[in-house]
């Protein structure tokens, strides 16, 4: 039986992408790199942003970290704000409470960012609990962000869901003993959901409602 819902922020709640990939490309400008490729810049949506510096552009530590530090240069006044809810979100969180879930953000993305954004959109108050990463590195992974969520919540593993576009939803969810429904309205790539282990998919919002709506008869 599930209790809580656990839902990613990037690409499952908010199409966070153009202040994303924007603030991308002005922190690679730093360095003398001019990315044009929307398809390579749409990775960044969901992994932590110093994992994906050092791996899809060879980064070392020290310039990854300088990366990040020029990105949210331009994320935190300006990118934080190049977004759109997803239709149909506002109203499934209403629903989920209505039926007496939990429902708590599990977001890589650092909390005061997602509470910024949440509270733009009067959203804040439909989640029980917001968490994600900490800046100073002492909350960094997904798996660590969802376990925060169990604890705050004091839901069991076997008593949550998490919701996610990206594989790094579904791994960190698994490695707290949390299962994983994808949704592949984000920014996820063909069949990576399923290769991670999701267990279940969809592919709209409308479909994202009637599933969780209806997990528990299941």
Same mark, same amino acid.
């Given at each position: 039986m599930?209790?809580?819902?656990?839902f990613?922020?990037? +690409?499952?709640?908010?199409?966070?992408?153009?202040?994303?990939?924007?603030?991308?490309?002005?922190?690679?400008?730093?360095? #003398?790199?001019?990315?044009?490729?929307?398809a &390579?810049?749409?990775?960044?949506? +969901?992994?932590?942003?110093f994992? *994906?510096?050092?791996? =899809?552009?060879?980064?070392? $530590?020290?310039?990854?970290?300088?990366?990040?530090? &020029?990105?949210r240069?331009?994320?935190?006044?300006? +990118?934080?704000?190049? @977004?759109?809810?997803?239709?149909?979100? $506002? %109203?499934?969180?209403?629903?989920?409470?209505?039926?007496?879930? @939990?429902?708590?953000?599990?977001? #890589?993305?650092p909390?005061?960012?997602?509470?910024?954004?949440?509270?733009?959109?009067?959203? %804040?108050?439909?989640?029980?609990?917001?968490? #994600?990463? %900490?800046?100073?590195g002492? &909350? *960094?992974?997904?798996? %660590?962000?969802?376990?925060?969520?169990?604890?705050?919540?004091?839901?069991?593993?076997e008593?949550? !869901?998490?919701? #996610?576009d990206?594989?790094?939803?579904?791994? +960190?969810?698994?490695?707290?003993?949390?299962?994983?429904?994808?949704?592949?309205?984000g920014?996820?790539? $063909?069949?990576?959901?399923?290769?991670?282990?999701?267990?279940?998919?969809?592919?709209?919002?409308?479909? =994202? *409602?009637?599933? =969780? !709506?209806?997990?528990?008869?299941?």
């Open positions: 599930i209790q809580t819902v656990l990613d922020f990037d +690409g499952t709640l908010f199409d966070t992408g153009e202040g994303i990939l924007r603030s991308v490309q002005y922190a690679l400008e730093g360095f #003398g790199i001019r990315e044009t490729d929307t &390579r810049l749409r990775k960044f949506v +969901g992994p932590p942003l994992d *994906s510096f050092t791996e =899809l552009y060879g980064m070392q $530590p020290a310039q990854a970290q300088a990366a990040t530090e &020029r990105y240069e331009r994320y935190q006044p300006i +990118g934080v704000y190049e @977004c759109e809810i997803y239709p149909g979100i $506002p %109203e499934l969180l209403v629903q989920l409470r209505a039926a007496g879930f @939990c429902v708590a953000v599990a977001t #890589g993305k909390t005061p960012l997602a509470r910024t954004i949440l509270q733009r959109f009067d959203m %804040e108050r439909l989640f029980d609990c917001v968490i #994600g990463c %900490e800046y100073d002492s &909350r *960094s992974t997904k798996a %660590e962000v969802v376990a925060a969520v169990l604890a705050e919540t004091h839901t069991a593993p008593a949550a !869901l998490m919701v #996610g990206r594989k790094y939803d579904v791994t +960190g969810a698994a490695a707290c003993g949390v299962p994983c429904l994808g949704v592949y309205y920014y996820a790539e $063909p069949g990576e959901l399923e290769a991670a282990g999701a267990v279940a998919t969809v592919q709209t919002v409308a479909e =994202l *409602s009637e599933r =969780l !709506l209806h997990w528990n008869e299941i």
